[in-house]
């Protein structure tokens, strides 16, 4: 079964003639441009063809009897075809020559323009590689420096999780070195009682009762001291809470914040570091204060044995 036409052929007949008449050469494509369908094959076979059938239809011409030319004639024709062929040869030759030459320039400039494009065309390749792996490099540094910027962040979240953890520890000891300023007070309010015991109870104890009273006096001086270097610890502790609270937010801030700038981020780090070492420093000093107070304790219980032990030598005198 043939292909059905795709284009009527009286169509690619009438494009084909009118190719002709322009002087152009008709082809497929020539046929295709024209008629603005179909395939340049199947419009070329059905031309083909169409001139196939217009030859064999083409009526015969009789052929008459020539009689042959005198030789006067035929000699003339002779030089003449041999002049003409010479002539063609040397128009075809010139011709020849004189396109190659222009299809030589022309192959060079082509050849030049083609060298400049491709030369071009690699350093246009080259810049956008350049560009690509500048932008792969941003990238990546920015990646880097994200991850460093959220790494310094967690640390900073940790240490102030510790430094938390130490006011909490601070707070404890503050109010442990409360109770123990409250139980010797307590003690101290006992001794009190023993040395105005002592006094009534007889003048022979007084220089007992005086140095007992003296170190009455020495303990409750201490305790005073006691009393007051807690309060100061409680306001640095609180202030040191305050800022462990402000540095928590921050520390909030700026994990929402992945831009923060490394040097901010280090100042404040390196902030969170000495509020630390102050806490740990306070943490010393109520250390401290504990072995002070638990030295006045001990002072205390002196005084209420040597109390005790002069009350007991009253009866027997």
Sequence with gaps: MSRPAEVPTEQIIVAGEALLAAGKAVNGFSLR??????????????????QMKQAE????????PVSPLPPALADHRETLATQITAFVDGVVLSSWRTADDIAQRRTSEEREQARKA???????????KTAIEDADRRAGDADDAREQVIE???????????????????????????ATIDLLTTKLGIAETAVSAAQEASSASKATADAAKDEVQHV??????????????????????????????AAEVRLNSERTKSGELAEKLAAAT?????????????????????????????????????AEKKPEA
């Design 33 to 50: 441009k024209a008629v603005g369908r179909g395939g340049p094959d199947y419009l070329n076979r059905i031309w083909t063809e169409a």
């Design 57 to 64: 239809q083409a009526p015969e011409v009789e052929a008459r």
């Design 118 to 128: 491709i030369a071009s065309a690699e350093q246009e390749i080259a810049d956008a």
């Design 152 to 178: 310094n962040l967690r640390k900073a979240e940790d240490q102030a999780q510790v430094l938390k953890g130490k006011l909490d520890a601070a707070q404890e000891a503050a109010q442990q070195a409360k």
């Design 220 to 249: 409750r001086r201490d305790l005073a001291l006691a009393r007051q270097e807690v309060l100061d610890l409680r306001k640095e502790l609180d202030a040191a809470h305050e800022s462990a609270k402000t540095a928590d937010q």
């Design 274 to 310: 000495a509020r630390a070492e102050a806490v740990e420093s306070q943490v010393a000093g109520i250390a401290d204060l504990t072995a002070k107070l638990m030295e006045a304790t001990t002072r205390a219980v002196t005084a209420e044995t040597t109390l005790a032990m002069q």
